[in-house]
């Protein structure tokens, strides 16, 4: 069974997830909340409790109570931004307009709701365990039911009663067990008069469910026409095998769906779980992240993540803010340099000031963008509903006709065969064929686009991807490689090359500077031998200094010669080449003359230029959206051909273009690797994340290049347009199939040519149905690479 509550009761006791029992024996009927999961347990049945302060705590199961007992203070202490509070806001993942407080069901659509904003915990999805071991279950009981209504007749010592009888007991525990959850959902639908696909598989499985029933409890109500084999035929395997088949299709949905909240538990899990708190008498510990209040004077140790957002009091030393700017290179730190919560700190030791904890952080703004993309990126779920509803209303308004017609004008044994032809209505029009349409399409496809490098996340992106005008890349590790490399050497007059190079990488031996290990790595490369360096010191963000072979060595940036009265006069003007290139330009003075400078720049990928050049004949706009500086983002833009650029883009200014461009009327999909781009990646009509970049980042996307290959996006709106067309090709067989089914279930040809069609029949078209939207769908597989429209 589903878990949860009716709308508006809220679990007791603040804090935590359960109704706390302290000294007494709840009902059985009465139900509480599991303090790990979330979900309703009935003391009386569950086996799994603990005692703890006093307390006894009741779950869902022994994972849960082992993860209890394991950690209590975690799930009994006031709700944070780390687990979700037990009376938190629900919504339907498909109609962010359905708000609730607690779990439970969508009165639209019957999904199950979702956390407004989810929480850390790595349990899997409550729905998604009860319907794997439901579909478990009912799995071997359906096609050992399947088997006997196709076979059974051949056995010789089984006689029909005794077959009738067998399948009745190998159905009813996948009907009423494992059909349960969907038999709630059919009955909630017409409760709230919100018609849906629940309606029709809960009435066509009850009706051939109930209709068996008769048939094998009374089955001289029927005429002989309806027997065969010696028996009234039955149809309890076509209400198994349905139930079967939906609860797979269930498992498959949840599935995708639960690396939406993926994203944001791995956003979460990027904070530290503690600080080192300074005390104002000098001592120092550590304390839960929770309790760090903005003013507080925290220590940063090498290695460690910065824990909250704040200043530089004390130290210096280099931070990989990576994931906020998505560039490779730390950025350096010094009193009064911004820190930004959960960026890595790196070789030297800071003390810092915090100033935005909790909500106000960056972080925790960057988990909000996420949260908040992910809920308002609806798919076109409005015109799907009203489908159904009218789809649902004009079947069960068919069935009903035709008993009413049969019962009042038709032949003796007239309500019978009224019962029958209205069974019949509803087990043809039983949504096998509309319910594979999309489905079927979407597996093949995914596994056709698989072998060409791209994951599909879900249905949503495969329809939206085809619609796609506009591209915003992010660069360092989507078109550029991520990577900083050694470019050139460039030496100044009476200078050797090889000699600067040798210089430089013997002074950056000892720097942790990702542009540092670029030279030294090339260096080493061509193997040449690097000389010792006495009274090494480095510059935070300007460059180091030492000396070597009794020269005094500087080598840094143009603002650190000019510290240093260098002139470096000579070589600017190839400098400024380097840097419209798109690379980072070093500096070696020499006893205070300028020797020459090294070029390190992050590469282009290989792929990069065809891919692009591929979605421009493919009609699409182009644009980057780096947080890199100008000159370097309009130094790679150039190269590349690209339509539109934007540099020192912040993950708050890529949604913001995103919003502009959607707003201008674009269809927009954005690329991106890194942390930074989750926000945005949730925000675009379509994310594409880069299958080498950060699991964020893959979270928040709808389509992965599993190579990080741009060239798999033409690859994959080439089969996107394939697939929506297929789709399209088998929804419309679909409906096509129940407009000439329905009638003739309903006997509309009887007055004409005599013919009707038994239950018996109803299911075989049905079969033959969803056969043929199968071998439909399996055409993809031989899709080829084609031009995009």
Known sequence: MSHGHPPGETPAGPGHCCHAHAGTSPRDDAGVRDPVCGMQVEPGRSPHRAAHAGIDWH?????????????????????GPAAAPPDATYTCPMHPEVLRDGPGSCPICGMALEPLTPGLDDGEHPELVDFRRRFLVSLPLSLATMLLAMFGHLVPLLTATARTWLELVLATPVVLWAGWPFLQRWAGSIATRQPNMWTLIGTGVLAAYAYSIVATLAPQVFPPAFREHGRVGVYFEAAAVIVSLTLLGQLLELRARSRTSEAIRSLLELAPASARRLDPGGGEQDVPLAQVQPGDRLRVRP??????????????SHVDESMLTGEAVPVAKAPGDALVGATLNGSGALVMQAT???????LARIVQLVAQAQRSRAPMQKLADRVSYWFVLAVLGAALLSLLAWGLSGPEPSWTRAILHAVSV???????????????????????AAQAGVLFRDAEAIERLREVDTVVFDKTGTLTEGRPVFREAVAAAAWDPVRVLTLAASLDAGSEHPLAHAIVAEARRRGLDLLPVDGFESGAGTGVRGRVAGSALLLGSPALMRAASVDCTALDARAATMRNDGASVVFLAVDGVAAGFLAVADPVKPGTPEALARLHEGGLRLVM???????????VARQLGLDEVHGEMTPDGKVALLSRLRQEGRRVAMAGDGINDAPA?????????????????????????????????AEAIGISVATVRNMRQNLAFALLYNALGVPVAAGALYPFTGLVMSPMLAALAMSLSSFSVVVNALRLRRHERRPRR
């Open 59 to 79: 779950f869902c199961s022994a994972r849960c109570r082992d993860r209890f007992l394991a950690d209590p203070a975690r799930y009994l202490q006031a709700p």
């Open 303 to 316: 290695g460690e993540k910065v824990p909250v957002d704040g200043i530089v009091l004390e130290g210096r």
């Open 356 to 362: 935005r904890v909790g909500e106000t952080t960056v």
């Open 426 to 448: 509803l087990i043809i029009a039983c949504p096998c064929a509309l319910g594979l349409a999309t489905p079927m399409s979407v597996m093949v496809a995914t596994g056709r």
């Open 625 to 635: 959206a780096s947080g890199d500086g100008r000159a370097t983002a309009l130094a």
């Open 681 to 713: 990646l949730a925000a675009a009509d379509v994310g594409i994340a880069m299958g080498t970049g950060t699991d964020v980042a893959m979270s928040s996307a709808q389509v992965t290049l599993v190579k990080g290959d741009l060239r798999g996006i």
